[in-house]
């Protein structure tokens, strides 16, 4: 069973930066992707980014494009978010996940962990 802690999460200014980490850990993982989504007030949890485990190819969603850079170190077993220039609208709290394969729904979870921008 895989598990999935994020951290990274904080208090930034508007137009700051912050790099959140996802690390995962059981006693397999070899994932077909990793994911970030997000989660603000009252709002649904949405997608923001995914990487492929094997070959590395993204996928962003629009509000993020050209703003965040997800990343993945195999041999460790992270991925990683950089986000810059951020924005009020940006606070939330952010989830990493991974999915088996193609098609399956994201299946294994972390506890999330908060990002909080001030404008």
């Known amino acids: 069973q895989v598990q999935l802690a994020e951290s990274g999460g904080g208090l930034v200014q508007a137009g700051g930066s912050l790099r959140l980490s996802c690390a995962a850990s059981?006693?397999?993982?070899?994932?077909?992707?990793m994911g970030w989504f997000r989660q603000a007030p009252g709002k649904e949890r949405v997608f923001l980014a995914q990487?492929?485990?094997?070959?590395?190819?993204?996928v962003y969603a629009d509000s993020v494009k050209g703003r965040f850079t997800i990343s993945r170190d195999s041999a460790k077993n992270t991925v990683n978010l950089q986000m810059n220039s951020l924005k009020a609208e940006d606070t939330a709290i952010y989830y990493c996940a991974s999915k088996a394969g193609i098609g399956i729904n994201w299946n294994s979870w972390g506890q999330g962990t908060q990002v909080t921008v001030s404008s």
């Open positions: 990487i492929t485990w094997g070959r590395g190819s993204t």
């Open positions: 059981g006693r397999t993982f070899s994932p077909y992707a």
